[in-house]
């Protein structure tokens, strides 16, 4: 995320977190239909790897612009730890999944599962997660499991696999990028997307050609280059820093929000037809946004509401921490 987004006066930085939430909420949710044209004619392996060695590029310039050092040895192999489980491991099984015959509306509600992972790992690393969130991530899931009766969501076993590991993949980075020392965010990004990057390039040589890419279609090269800008200079960016700036659960709510979209793209461009369990699924969505976004000023009015409520609680769990 540019500077511009550090070190803001409160409201300013209020601002700064609505703006990059709505990015990761809307983009992100449209990646999966775009990934799903890309694959129609572009290797799997190869199309994630130029798309993150590109971006690793210009977010380099755009860092050494900044005036950014470059990263210490440390940092470096920091930085590849973080970009091999998302960018190798997590955005290659997703590729994988959906070139197996996983749909972009299946592939987004699996990803559900992500904030999950992530509340678990902040909660083993010590960390507090509010009861709130936990409310908010269940709600969430449920909404999103409810989503994923919309449409013909088939699937075989191998896809199934890679679909679910990705989001734990992507978990495992997330919280890693919040425990292990980075550059500056700017740099973090490059370094973080250039490894990952040249890791998929090293795999992709072996088994797909570079030939390959002469007979992509020009659809799949404009589906690429959303992929590039938005899926990933943008809205990957704008995740990264409100992994350093918010709450695991608040960073992770996109994953409740992407099917929804998803869902809506492929209604407007894929021709989907929805069904009744949409209505239902998204006012659990709703209400889990509502939980995660508002937990503590929730509990405030539960407090004020109820003298008991403190009691209700189960022995040596404070009101305001999970466990």
């Known amino acids: 995320m540019p500077t511009i987004f550090n070190a803001q006066p409160r409201a300013q930085r209020n601002w700064a977190v609505a703006v990059a939430l709505l990015l990761v909420y809307v983009v992100w949710g449209t990646t999966y239909f775009a990934i799903g044209i890309a694959l129609t004619s572009m290797p799997p392996l190869l199309m994630n790897a130029i798309r993150f060695l590109c971006a690793g590029g210009v977010m380099l310039l755009i860092a050494v612009w900044q005036g950014h050092a470059l990263p210490t040895r440390a940092q470096w192999r920091n930085s590849a730890l973080v970009g091999g489980l998302m960018v190798f491991l997590a955005m290659n099984f997703i590729g994988f999944a959906q070139k197996l015959g996983i749909g972009s509306g299946l592939m987004a509600t699996v990803v559900t599962t992500m904030p999950m992972w992530l509340a678990l790992w902040s909660r083993w690393g010590g960390e507090r997660v509010p009861v709130t969130s936990w409310i908010g991530l269940a709600l969430g899931v449920v909404g999103a499991l409810l989503l994923a009766l919309e449409g013909d969501f088939s699937a075989t076993w191998l896809g199934a696999l890679l679909a679910f590991g990705a989001p734990l993949a992507w978990s495992v980075g997330s919280y890693a990028s919040r425990k292990l020392s980075l550059p500056a965010p700017a740099m973090a990004s490059a ?49 990264l820093w409100l992994l350093q700036n918010t709450s695991a659960a608040l960073a992770g709510s996109y994953s409740f929000v992407n099917p929804a979209v998803a869902l809506l793209v492929g209604v407007a461009l894929g021709g989907e037809l929805l069904t009744g369990w949409v209505f239902a699924a998204l006012p659990l969505i709703a209400a889990a946004l509502v939980f995660i976004l508002y937990g503590p000023a929730l509990q405030r009015i539960w407090r004020r509401s109820s003298p008991d409520a403190q009691a209700l609680l189960p022995p040596g769990v404070n009101s305001s921490t999970g466990g």
Do not use: H
């Open 191 to 239: 370094a973080q997307w250039f490894a990952g990057g040249a890791m998929g390039l090293v795999v992709a040589l072996w088994f797909e050609p570079l030939s390959a890419l002469g007979q992509v279609s020009a659809r799949s090269w404009a589906a690429w280059i959303y992929l590039l800008v938005f899926g990933t200079l943008v809205a990957l960016n704008a995740y």
